[in-house]
């Protein structure tokens, strides 16, 4: 292949412009979609979806595609970028995406399923389903979801500490294989360094989080934000004595509960528990 050609007024936009040298890569090898899917051994379709912005795909495809065209991680890199792209969220999360990114250490409570840090893109997919997403929509924001997982890989990826309510882990989705994966998944991040998962039991009773999913963010000026969400809306709480208030409220439900090695001990249990699915 000729040495690619250097490229310019190509756009800003993340996702955009991973689809669009997408397509001009294509366009300069000479390969029909049907072609490429036969040299990389993937249905052809997905370069279809993937050069119309439809899907962003897998790291295993865009690796092979960076290789087959000899680009080097060139496509890697711009599918990273496009999968933490704040424009894919709502408005409302564009400026706590943001923050994200920044954050040099999280804590979290989820009271209903668990964080989109933790999830596999099985449950993301059946969740964000269940919330009533479909199509093109639902399969950029299935790539978002677990795009942002990136965050807590590396060398330098910030501390990540979770409690889940364990309604979290008593809701299961419809497959459950895929509900089995998902509480695998579980089980290995809490065996990484930077992640600590903790399980509040139903016996803890009332606390002051009852109905309020929360996320603290300590960024690098040591300023604390906090994001609370619900099914409706999420709010960004940037002032310190709202910050400090949700921030007493969750150390006191911390303190109920379960040790990180008690919690994988029940997410263990519940694993046992999931029926497997007869065989076809």
């Known amino acids: 292949m000729p040495p690619r050609r250097v490229v310019t007024g190509r756009s800003q936009e993340p996702r955009r412009r991973f689809v669009e040298e997408l397509r001009l890569l294509r366009a300069q090898s000479g390969d029909s979609l049907r072609r490429l899917g036969e040299v990389l051994g993937w249905d052809w379709s997905l370069f279809g979806k993937m050069e119309s912005g439809e899907t962003l795909g897998g790291p295993e495809v865009v690796q092979a595609l960076d290789q087959h065209y000899g680009t080097g991680n060139l496509l890697l890199t711009l599918w990273e970028l496009a999968l933490g792209d704040p424009t894919q969220f709502k408005e409302q999360y564009r400026r706590y995406m943001s923050l994200e990114a920044e954050a040099v250490s999280l804590w979290q409570y989820s009271v209903s399923a668990p964080p989109g840090l933790l999830q596999t893109s099985g449950y993301a997919r059946a969740a964000l389903q269940a919330g009533?997403?479909?199509?093109?929509?639902?399969?950029?924001?299935?790539?978002?979801?677990?795009?942002?997982?990136?965050?807590?890989?590396?060398?330098?990826?910030?501390?990540?500490?979770?409690?889940?309510?364990?309604?979290?882990?008593?809701?299961?989705?419809?497959?459950?294989?895929?509900?089995?994966?998902?509480?695998?998944?579980?089980?290995?991040?809490?065996?990484?360094?930077?992640?600590?998962?903790?399980?509040?039991?139903?016996?803890?009773?009332?606390?002051?989080?009852?109905?309020?999913?929360?996320?603290?963010?300590?960024?690098?000026?040591?300023?604390?934000?906090?994001?609370?969400?619900?099914?409706?809306?999420?709010?960004?709480?940037?002032?310190?004595?709202?910050?400090?208030?949700?921030?007493?409220?969750?150390?006191a439900m911390r303190d109920l509960a379960l040790s990180p090695a008690e919690s994988r001990k029940l997410i263990l249990r519940m694993l046992e528990e999931v029926p497997c699915e007869p065989s076809t």
Do not use: C
């Not at 479909?134 to 990136?150: H, Y």
């Not at 979770?162 to 290995?188: C, D, N, Y």
């Not at 930077?194 to 603290?216: C, E, K, R, Y």
């Open 132 to 251: 009533g997403l479909w199509g093109e929509e639902l399969n950029q924001q299935v790539d978002a979801r677990t795009g942002r997982r990136k965050l807590l890989e590396g060398a330098g990826a910030p501390p990540f500490r979770a409690i889940l309510s364990e309604a979290a882990l008593r809701t299961s989705q419809p497959s459950a294989q895929g509900w089995r994966e998902q509480l695998e998944h579980l089980v290995e991040m809490a065996d990484r360094p930077n992640v600590t998962i903790q399980v509040l039991p139903f016996t803890a009773g009332l606390h002051g989080l009852m109905n309020t999913d929360v996320m603290f963010l300590r960024l690098r000026d040591n300023r604390t934000v906090a994001y609370t969400e619900n099914d409706v809306r999420g709010e960004l709480m940037e002032e310190n004595d709202a910050v400090e208030g949700l921030q007493r409220r969750y150390d």
